[in-house]
T-cell receptor, first 112, second 113 residues
Framework: EPEVTQTPSHQVTQMGQEVILRCVPI?????FYWYRQILGQKVEFLVS????????KSEIFDDQFSVERPDGSNFTLKIRSTKLEDSAMYFC??????????FGPGTRLLVL | GDSVTQMEGPVTLSEEAFLTINCTYT??????LFWYVQYPGEGLQLLLK?????DKGSNKGFEATYRKETTSFHLEKGSVQVSDSAVYFC????????????FGAGTRLAVHP
């Protein structure tokens, strides 16, 4: 069964450093999403992406964040200058035709 | 604003016990409703869904019915197993198939032999 994959599974970085989280959505899906889950808290929407542009973003998704689909398969989330409060699990999700979103296994980001 | 409220956990049950995890929502329009499950160390997996009032979603022995009159989508299972131990998230998606999901806080379930 096709699945969403994410790399790396874990990343540790220093405050102020840039990180790029990578996702490979299911191949025939058209809409892509990033969510995050701070430890012990609820899953929060960050951004949705369709047709090579952002379709919606949350208040969390400020100028430090960006998303890109650099080729036909990858979908990336970049954090330009990480803060301690960016430590969280980041989930990528994708959808094809209005059915339920399929989630990847997540990247656990720790900012020191 | 649009939101989902779940019962607080953890919920601790013995194997074969009956499970209910309450979920209520606030939303404009006619949202779709979902239950996702997160097993230890893993991502979110869709458990079941319902897209309109009175729909019943079911999967792996779990059921939930979309109740518009009570704005609820409670998750139930008649006989839980140790392997059901996980965190369960209720979520809604506003009308429009590509909208974001809005999640509840999650309810941790622990099932003991």
């Amino acid at each position: 069964e096709p699945e969403v994959t994410q790399t790396p599974s874990h990343q540790v970085t220093q405050m102020g450093q840039e990180v790029i989280l990578r996702c490979v959505p299911i191949s025939n899906h058209l809409y892509f999403y990033w969510y995050r889950q701070i430890l012990g808290q609820k899953v929060e929407f960050l951004v949705s992406f369709y047709n090579n542009e952002i379709s919606e973003k949350s208040e969390i998704f400020d100028d430090q964040f960006s998303v890109e689909r650099p080729d036909g398969s990858n979908f990336t989330l970049k954090i330009r200058s990480t803060k301690l409060e960016d430590s969280a699990m980041y989930f990528c999700a994708s959808i094809r035709d209005g059915e339920a979103q399929y989630f990847g296994p997540g990247t656990r980001l720790l900012v020191l | 604003g649009d939101s989902v409220t779940q019962m607080e956990g953890p919920v601790t049950l013995s194997e074969e016990a009956f499970l209910t995890i309450n979920c209520t929502y606030t939303a404009t329009g006619y949202p779709s409703l979902f239950w996702y499950v997160q097993y230890p160390g893993e991502g979110l997996q869709l458990l079941l869904k319902a897209t309109k009032a009175d729909d019943k979603g079911s999967n792996k022995g779990f059921e939930a019915t979309y109740r518009k009159e009570t704005t609820s989508f409670h998750l139930e299972k008649g006989s839980v197993q140790v392997s059901d131990s996980a965190v369960y998230f209720c979520a809604l998606r506003l009308s429009g198939g590509y909208n974001k999901l809005i999640f509840g806080a999650g309810t941790r379930l622990a099932v003991h032999p």
